[in-house]
C-alpha cells in the first residue's frame, strides 16, 4: 500500500534562514512519481515540481532544492533564504504508475511560517 | 496560459440540500479529477473521469455523484449535504489518464454546509 509520510506538522523559521521539509514515501511499485505541492492561505494548490522513481537526480530552482533518495524513501525539500511569501503548507505527493492508479496519495502537509 | 477552471469559488448551503460543483479542465485535457480537502487535512482523492466515462473511484460517499460531458467539463453534484461535507473541492486536469505529467489544479470551491 501507498503512503506519504509528513512528520514535521508545523515549522517556523527567521526570513532568510534555509528550511528542510521532509518526506517519506512507501510504496511497491518499481514506477512511481513523487511531487510537491504548495497551498498557500489563498487555498489554490501549486505544482512545484515532479520526479519519477527512476531520477534521482536533485533539482534546483531558484531558492528551492529537491533531495530524492530512493535508498531511504524520502524526497526532501529545501527553501533557501526563506521569504516570508513563502509562508504556506507544503504537500507532498505519491503517484503509482505501475499499480494503474491515476491519483495522487498525499501527505498530512507542512504548515511553513516565515517570520520577518 | 489557460488553466482549469472551478465554479463557483465559494459556496454556502443549508442541511440535506444539493450543491452542483463545476469544473472546467484546460483545453484539450481529456482526463478530470476530483479531490476533496476538509480543514486541516490534505486533498482525498473522489473521482477521475478520462474521455467522459469514469475511470477510478476513491472515497466518494453515495450522496455525491459526477460525470464528465461532451467538452470535457465535469460536475460534482452533491445531494443530502451534511455537516462534514464542509471542505475545500479541488479539481484537476490531465492529458491522459496517468498522472507521470503531474496535475493541474483548479483555485478549488470553498463549500460551507450551515
Known amino acids: 500500500a501507498q503512503k506519504v509520510t509528513q512528520a514535521q506538522t508545523e515549522i517556523s523559521v527567521v526570513e532568510k534562514e534555509d528550511v528542510t521539509l521532509d518526506c517519506v514515501y512507501e510504496?511497491?511499485?518499481?514506477?512511481?512519481?513523487l511531487f510537491w505541492y504548495k497551498q498557500p492561505p489563498s487555498g489554490e494548490l501549486v505544482f512545484l515540481i515532479r520526479?519519477?522513481?527512476?531520477?534521482?537526480q536533485n533539482e534546483i530552482s531558484g531558492r528551492y532544492s529537491w533531495n530524492f533518495q530512493k535508498s531511504t524513501s524520502s524526497f526532501n525539500f529545501t527553501i533557501t533564504a526563506s521569504q516570508v511569501v513563502d509562508s504556506a503548507v507544503y504537500f507532498c505527493a505519491l503517484s503509482e504508475a505501475g499499480g494503474g492508479a491515476n491519483n495522487l496519495f498525499f501527505g498530512t502537509g507542512t504548515r511553513l511560517t516565515v517570520i520577518p | 496560459a489557460a488553466g482549469v477552471i472551478q465554479s463557483p469559488r465559494h459556496l454556502i448551503k443549508e442541511k440535506r440540500e444539493t450543491a452542483t460543483l463545476k469544473c472546467y479542465p484546460i483545453p484539450r485535457h481529456d482526463t478530470v479529477y476530483w479531490y476533496q480537502q476538509g480543514p486541516g487535512q490534505d486533498p482525498q482523492f473522489l473521482i477521475s473521469f478520462y474521455e467522459k466515462m469514469q475511470s477510478d473511484k476513491g472515497s466518494i460517499p453515495d450522496r455525491f455523484s459526477a460525470q464528465q460531458f461532451s467538452d470535457y467539463h465535469s460536475e460534482l453534484n452533491m445531494s443530502s449535504l451534511e455537516l462534514g461535507d464542509s471542505a475545500l473541492y479541488f479539481c484537476a486536469s490531465s492529458y491522459g489518464q496517468k498522472t507521470n505529467y503531474g496535475y493541474t489544479f483548479g483555485s478549488g470551491t470553498r463549500l460551507t454546509v450551515v
Open positions: 520526479r519519477n522513481s527512476f531520477d534521482e
Open positions: 510504496t511497491r511499485d518499481t514506477t512511481y512519481y
